[in-house]
C-alpha cells in the first residue's frame, strides 16, 4: 500500500505530456458525445464543477464516517475503525496508481481539447490535455462506491439491512453523477468512464471482499490418536488458518 501510494503520487507530480498519441473516439464514443454533450460551454463548466463534488466527497464515507464515526466514536471499536481505514485506503491506492499509469501511457486527448484545436488550428486558448483515458475522477469514485458497498454488505454499519442498502445506493449515486457529469461536460469520452467506472469498483469492491472479508476462518480440531506402531498417542491439529 505504501508502494501504490508512493507510485501514484510520484506520477501526479510529474507533468503529463501535452501532445497526445491518441485522439478522438472508439465504438460509440463519438454517437453518445453528440447525444450527451452540452453545447454552451458555460453549462458545461457548471456541470464539470457539479460532477466534482462527489469526486471530492469520495473518501468521506469510506474512510471518515464508517470507520472513525461509526466504528469508533459510536461503538468503540477501534479495531473495526483501524481495519476498514486500512482497506479503504489499500483500494484507493490502487485505483489511483492505475488511473495515472493508464493516463501515461495512452496519451488520449480529452474531447473538449480536441475540439478546441479543431475550432482554433494555433491551439491559441487551447487547455491541452491529454489525461483522458481512463476517467481517474470516475474510477476514484466507483471505487468509493465499492468499499460501500462491500462494507454495508459484510458489516452491519448502519444497524439495519435498509441502511445499510442506503449507503451502498448513495456512493453508487455519487459515483454516477460524477460519471454522467465528464460525458456531459465533454471532459471524456463514454469509453473513457465505462473503463473507470469498471476498474474503480472492482477494486473498491474487490479488495476488501477477495482480500479481507472473503478469507474464511476454519474450525481448529485437536484430537488424540493412537500412532502408528499402538505404542502411544499423539496429538493431531487440523484446520484452516
Same mark, same amino acid.
Given at each position: 500500500m505504501l508502494a501504490t501510494g508512493a507510485g501514484t503520487g510520484a506520477l501526479a &507530480?510529474?507533468?503529463p505530456p501535452t501532445e497526445p498519441r491518441w485522439r478522438g473516439g472508439i465504438l460509440f464514443d463519438d *454517437?453518445? +458525445?453528440?447525444? $450527451?454533450?452540452?453545447?454552451?460551454?458555460?453549462?458545461?463548466?457548471?456541470?464539470?464543477?457539479?460532477?466534482?463534488?462527489?469526486?471530492?466527497?469520495?473518501p468521506a464515507l469510506p474512510l471518515v464516517v464508517d470507520p472513525l464515526i461509526v466504528s469508533l466514536l459510536g461503538r468503540g471499536d477501534a479495531k473495526s475503525?483501524?481495519? &476498514?481505514?486500512?482497506?479503504?485506503?489499500?483500494?484507493?491506492?490502487?485505483a489511483?496508481?492505475?488511473?495515472?499509469? *493508464?493516463? +501515461?501511457?495512452? $496519451?488520449?486527448e480529452r474531447p473538449d481539447t480536441t475540439e478546441c484545436r479543431r475550432l482554433h488550428p494555433d491551439a491559441a486558448n487551447c487547455e491541452l490535455d491529454t489525461e483522458a483515458f481512463w476517467s481517474g475522477h470516475t474510477s476514484i469514485?466507483?471505487?468509493s462506491a465499492g468499499l460501500v458497498c462491500a462494507n454495508h454488505r459484510y458489516l452491519p454499519l448502519w444497524g439495519s439491512p435498509l441502511a445499510d442498502a442506503s449507503a451502498c445506493a448513495l456512493a453508487g449515486t455519487g459515483a454516477l453523477?460524477?460519471?454522467v457529469s465528464r460525458l456531459m461536460a465533454d471532459r471524456h469520452y463514454a469509453t473513457d468512464v465505462l473503463v473507470g467506472m469498471g476498474v474503480g469498483f472492482a477494486f473498491g469492491y474487490g479488495v476488501p471482499v477477495v482480500l479481507h472479508y472473503g478469507r474464511r476462518k476454519g474450525?481448529?480440531?485437536v484430537s488424540f490418536q493412537p500412532d502408528a506402531l499402538g505404542a502411544g498417542a499423539v496429538v493431531s491439529v487440523a484446520g484452516l488458518f
Open positions: &507530480l510529474r507533468t *454517437s453518445v +458525445r453528440r447525444t $450527451v454533450r452540452l453545447e454552451s460551454p458555460t453549462a458545461r463548466q457548471r456541470l464539470r464543477t457539479v460532477g466534482d463534488w462527489p469526486y471530492y466527497l469520495s475503525a483501524a481495519n &476498514l481505514e486500512l482497506m479503504g485506503l489499500e483500494a484507493f491506492s490502487y489511483g496508481l492505475l488511473s495515472f499509469v *493508464s493516463t +501515461r501511457i495512452s $496519451v488520449r469514485v466507483a471505487a453523477v460524477t460519471a474450525d481448529v480440531r
